[in-house]
C-alpha cells in the first residue's frame, strides 16, 4: 500500500490504482452479496455494486412497502434480487447490514442465526459492534466483520459515482476468520465507488463520526449558523443581509474554494479585511469551543451519546417527533429566508 504523509504523518491509503475494479471483481467472484437496509446508504452502495458487476440482492421485510417500493423503482427484480429479508441472508456469503443503528440492534436476533462459517458480515459505522453491551451485536468467531465507511451521505455516495468520481472511505477488520477479512474489505470499498480508502478501526470510526455529526458537520455549523445569524437580526440587520452573510456565502463561494485547496487558499482569495479578522478572531473561536469538543469525545467514549440515540431511535414516536424538529427549523425565520434566497439565485449558464 502507497505511504502518504498528512502533515508529516504517514499513513497508508488505498487507491484505485493500488487496487483497480478489476482486482476488486476478482476478489469477490463467486460470493454472494445481500444488502440489507434500503434507507440512507443501503441504495446507494447496493445499486454502486450492481452496477459495477458484482453479484447483488437486496433483502427486506415486504411489510415495509415504503423500502420494497423504492427498491422496485430503482431496478430490483421482485423474487430475484429483491427478497425477503431472511431468504437474502441465507443465500449471502457477505451480508452489508446497512440498517439503522437502532435497527440492528433489533434484527441482530434474526440475522446472526443465519451467517455460515465463511460468511462475512459487512458494516458502514462502528456503532453496533464498538457499543455491544448496548446492541447486542455480538458476532460469532466464524464470520469475518468487516467495515467500509464512506465519508458522506448516501445521496453524495451514489452521485458521485455517476460523476465518475468517489467518496473516501475509511475500512476497518474487526475480526478475520477467513484470512480474507482485508480483501473483502478493500474490495467492497471499491466496488461501491471510493475515490481512496484509509484504515481506521470499528471504535476509532465511530468515535469520529459521532463527534463530527455532532460537532462541525452538523451540530456545531447549525447552532454557531443561527447564532450568527440571530445576533444579526438583533442589531438590525435584515433577514436577509443576515442569511447571506450566515449561510449564503459561505455554501455558494467560500467553502468551495476550501474544497479547492485548502482554507489558506479560501483566505487568500478574500479581502485583506477579512483575511486580518478572521486570523484575529480564528484561536479565540477555537480556545472557546475546545472544551465542548472534549466534553462530546467523552462522552462519545463512553457510550452516553449511543445510549441517548438507542432509546431515542426506538420510541414508537421517533419519526413523528423528529419530524417535529424538522419542521421547526425549516419554519424559523432563518431558514425561510434561506428558502426565499435560494429561490432567486440565478440559474447555471454551464454546459452539460
Given at each position: 500500500?502507497?505511504?502518504?504523509?498528512?502533515?508529516?504523518?504517514?499513513?497508508?491509503?488505498?487507491?484505485?490504482?493500488?487496487?483497480?475494479?478489476e482486482r476488486a471483481r476478482e476478489t469477490l467472484q463467486g460470493e454472494r452479496i445481500a444488502v440489507i437496509?434500503?434507507?440512507?446508504?443501503?441504495?446507494?452502495?447496493?445499486?454502486?455494486?450492481?452496477?459495477?458487476?458484482?453479484?447483488?440482492?437486496?433483502?427486506?421485510?415486504?411489510?415495509?412497502?415504503?423500502?420494497?417500493?423504492?427498491?422496485?423503482?430503482?431496478?430490483?427484480?421482485?423474487?430475484?434480487?429483491?427478497?425477503?429479508?431472511?431468504?437474502?441472508?441465507?443465500?449471502?456469503?457477505?451480508?452489508?447490514?446497512?440498517?439503522?443503528?437502532?435497527?440492528?440492534?433489533?434484527?441482530?436476533?434474526?440475522?446472526?442465526?443465519?451467517?455460515?462459517?465463511?460468511?462475512?458480515?459487512?458494516?458502514?459505522?462502528?456503532?453496533?459492534?464498538?457499543?455491544?453491551?448496548?446492541?447486542?451485536?455480538?458476532?460469532?468467531?466464524?464470520?469475518?466483520?468487516i467495515l467500509v465507511a464512506p465519508k458522506g451521505s448516501g445521496s453524495s455516495v451514489r452521485a458521485n459515482?455517476?460523476?465518475?468520481?468517489?467518496?473516501?472511505?475509511?475500512?476497518?477488520?474487526?475480526?478475520?476468520?477467513?484470512?480474507?477479512?482485508?480483501?473483502?474489505?478493500?474490495?467492497?470499498?471499491?466496488?461501491?465507488?471510493?475515490?481512496?480508502?484509509?484504515?481506521?478501526?470499528?471504535?476509532?470510526?465511530?468515535?469520529?463520526?459521532?463527534?463530527?455529526?455532532?460537532?462541525?458537520?452538523?451540530?456545531?455549523?447549525?447552532?454557531?449558523?443561527?447564532?450568527?445569524?440571530?445576533?444579526?437580526?438583533?442589531?438590525?440587520?435584515?433577514?436577509?443581509?443576515a442569511f447571506n452573510e450566515t449561510v449564503e456565502e459561505l455554501t455558494q463561494s467560500l467553502i468551495r474554494?476550501?474544497?479547492?485547496?485548502?482554507?489558506?487558499?479560501?483566505?487568500?482569495?478574500?479581502?485583506?479585511?477579512?483575511?486580518?479578522?478572521?486570523?484575529?478572531?480564528?484561536?479565540?473561536?477555537?480556545?472557546?469551543?475546545?472544551?465542548?469538543?472534549?466534553?462530546?469525545?467523552?462522552?462519545?467514549?463512553?457510550?452516553?451519546?449511543?445510549?441517548?440515540?438507542?432509546?431515542?431511535?426506538?420510541?414508537?414516536?421517533?419519526?413523528?417527533?423528529?419530524?417535529?424538529?424538522?419542521?421547526?427549523?425549516?419554519?424559523?425565520?432563518?431558514?425561510?429566508?434561506?428558502?426565499?434566497?435560494?429561490?432567486?439565485?440565478?440559474?447555471?449558464?454551464?454546459?452539460?
Amino acid at each position: 500500500m502507497p505511504k502518504m504523509s498528512f502533515g508529516g504523518v504517514i499513513e497508508e491509503i488505498v487507491t484505485r490504482e493500488e487496487y483497480p475494479l478489476e482486482r476488486a471483481r476478482e476478489t469477490l467472484q463467486g460470493e454472494r452479496i445481500a444488502v440489507i437496509g434500503y434507507g440512507v446508504q443501503g441504495p446507494a452502495q447496493g445499486l454502486n455494486l450492481r452496477d459495477n458487476g458484482f453479484d447483488v440482492r437486496v433483502g427486506l421485510p415486504p411489510e415495509r412497502t415504503r423500502s420494497w417500493g423504492k427498491a422496485l423503482r430503482d431496478g430490483w427484480v421482485d423474487g430475484k434480487t429483491l427478497l425477503p429479508l431472511e431468504a437474502a441472508i441465507a443465500d449471502a456469503t457477505i451480508v452489508l447490514f446497512l440498517v439503522s443503528d437502532a435497527g440492528q440492534r433489533a434484527l441482530w436476533p434474526v440475522l446472526e442465526p443465519k451467517l455460515d462459517d465463511g460468511n462475512a458480515i459487512y458494516f458502514s459505522h462502528g456503532f453496533s459492534v464498538t457499543y455491544r453491551d448496548q446492541t447486542g451485536v455480538v458476532p460469532a468467531p466464524n464470520v469475518d466483520v468487516i467495515l467500509v465507511a464512506p465519508k458522506g451521505s448516501g445521496s453524495s455516495v451514489r452521485a458521485n459515482y455517476l460523476a465518475g468520481s468517489g467518496i473516501n472511505s475509511s475500512y476497518a477488520v474487526y475480526q478475520d476468520a477467513t484470512g480474507r477479512a482485508t480483501d473483502r474489505a478493500l474490495a467492497l470499498g471499491i466496488g461501491i465507488g471510493s475515490g481512496f480508502l484509509f484504515p481506521t478501526t470499528f471504535e476509532k470510526e465511530v468515535h469520529s463520526d459521532l463527534t463530527g455529526e455532532r460537532g462541525i458537520l452538523m451540530g456545531a455549523l447549525a447552532g454557531v449558523m443561527e447564532a450568527q445569524y440571530e445576533t444579526l437580526r438583533t442589531h438590525g440587520h435584515s433577514p436577509s443581509e443576515a442569511f447571506n452573510e450566515t449561510v449564503e456565502e459561505l455554501t455558494q463561494s467560500l467553502i468551495r474554494l476550501v474544497g479547492q485547496k485548502g482554507m489558506d487558499w479560501m483566505y487568500a482569495h478574500c479581502s485583506a479585511t477579512a483575511q486580518r479578522g478572521a486570523l484575529d478572531w480564528k484561536p479565540r473561536f477555537k480556545s472557546a469551543v475546545i472544551p465542548l469538543f472534549e466534553e462530546l469525545y467523552a462522552r462519545v467514549v463512553s457510550g452516553d451519546e449511543t445510549r441517548v440515540v438507542l432509546e431515542a431511535n426506538g420510541a414508537p414516536d421517533y419519526q413523528d417527533r423528529l419530524a417535529e424538529e424538522l419542521r421547526e427549523m425549516r419554519e424559523s425565520e432563518m431558514w425561510q429566508a434561506g428558502e426565499v434566497v435560494r429561490s432567486l439565485r440565478p440559474e447555471s449558464t454551464d454546459g452539460p
